[in-house]
């Protein structure tokens, strides 16, 4: 390991090495990796990208979903058999024009699909969703706990 420092020889002589002007980007060539994957690979990160909430009130059980850029008609609340929900939907890619310099790419594209196994109380014949301001939210009212009949019994004697 060489003491002398790297402006002097020009070449970097230790990752540890206070006088170099190099930083180290432990992600250098990542970026090419990621290049390589097949599209459908690379789409894969849209699923697990979208983030929903599931929250239980007395009345119901509440879904959020933050799905910013989507309209309503890009986004599909479907309810399967087996008390099963599934929010699927796709963001598009944006359009590259061939002049374009792409500095960073961040926002996942590609298709996504979340499914839920809801309770028995779950009443999945009256689910409703609504989307205001790229969140979705699907409201999955709960049947009415029932409590056990009482009767009293009269005691003979």
Excluded: C, Y
């Amino acid at each position: 390991m060489s003491i002398i420092p790297s402006f002097f020889t020009g070449s970097r002589s230790n990752i540890f090495d206070p006088f170099s002007s190099e930083i180290w980007d432990p992600f250098q060539g990542f970026s090419s990796v990621l290049s390589n994957l097949p599209e459908s690979f690379r789409e894969t990160t849209a699923i697990a990208n979208t983030r929903i909430d599931w929250k239980e009130t007395p009345e119901a059980h509440v879904f959020k979903a933050d799905l910013p850029g989507l309209k309503k008609e890009e986004v599909k609340v479907e309810v399967e058999e087996g008390r099963v929900l599934q929010i699927s939907g796709e963001r598009s890619r944006e359009n590259e024009e061939k002049n374009d310099k792409w500095h960073r790419v961040e926002r996942s594209s590609g298709k996504f699909l979340r499914r839920f196994r809801l309770p028995e109380n779950a009443k999945m014949d009256q689910v409703k969703a609504t989307m205001e301001n790229g969140v979705l939210t699907v409201t999955v009212p709960k049947a009415e706990v029932r409590k056990p009949a009482v009767k009293a019994i009269d005691i003979a004697g």
